[in-house]
């Protein structure tokens, strides 16, 4: 009799173990999926022939992402592709709470270019994700693809730009990353409308997550045709 509930209380035991593994595998599988599917090679990336990895953590608490970081950046246009699409997965469960890491790699097809961050270690701490691979097609100088039309910003002598939030509050004096390059205490007058090539507002947590706590109240993100023109004759060589 105690053999056979002992062999009993085993198997309930195996039972619920191979439920709780199943329920598990099949969550991750669905995430990794959506990443997947959901995540394409930005233009501009290509464009640069820029190819490498990025590292992501964040924190799950109740199934809602809390704090999510960019460890090892790759470049603002791929690290956002993946910090918004983790930012806009809906169906992280509870039983999934913790602190995650995740590595995305962007490999380019036909290109030899110079793979930055291959060798970065995936932090301490953390739970490693499944790898995610995105590849696409090394474009050619004839048909590489262009970047989408400029915003053409006109602003007074003294005129600073100030995100809003969803309630239309003022969030405070944004951060301006120009030409790659942090600058403080920056006036829109000092720059001609003229020179600029894009211009790329980031908000909230994907601001936080590539700039750090100084980009709190968002960040203003400015290329310079300059800046653009020189990428492009280092790519071309």
Partial sequence: MKKLVASSLFAMLMICSF???????????A?????????????EARTELLQGDNIITF?????????????????????????????AYPAFKPSQNGSYAIRTSF?????????????????????????????????????????????EFRGE???????????GQSAGQPLYVIDGKTVEDFEMATLSPESIDSVQILKSLSAVALYGKAAENGVIVITTKKYASE?????AN
Avoid: C, H
């Fill in 31 to 43: 995430f990794y999926r959506y990443l997947s599917t959901k995540i394409s090679y930005p233009a």
């Fill in 231 to 235: 990428k492009t004759k280092k790519t």
């Fill in 59 to 87: 924190n799950l608490d109740k199934g809602i992402v809390k704090k999510i970081n960019v460890q090892n950046q790759l470049s603002t246009k791929t690290d956002l592709e993946v910090v918004n699409l983790i930012l």
């Fill in 107 to 151: 490999r380019l097809q036909g290109s030899n270019s110079t793979i930055i961050n291959q060798d970065a270690q995936m932090p301490t701490g953390f739970k490693a994700l499944s790898t995610i691979n995105i590849s696409a097609m090394a474009p050619t100088i004839a048909n590489a693809p262009k970047n989408g039309k400029n915003i």
């Fill in 19 to 29: 439920q709780n593994w199943a329920q598990n595998v099949t969550n991750w599988d």
């Fill in 157 to 167: 002598n003294g005129t600073r730009i100030v995100l809003r939030n969803s309630n």
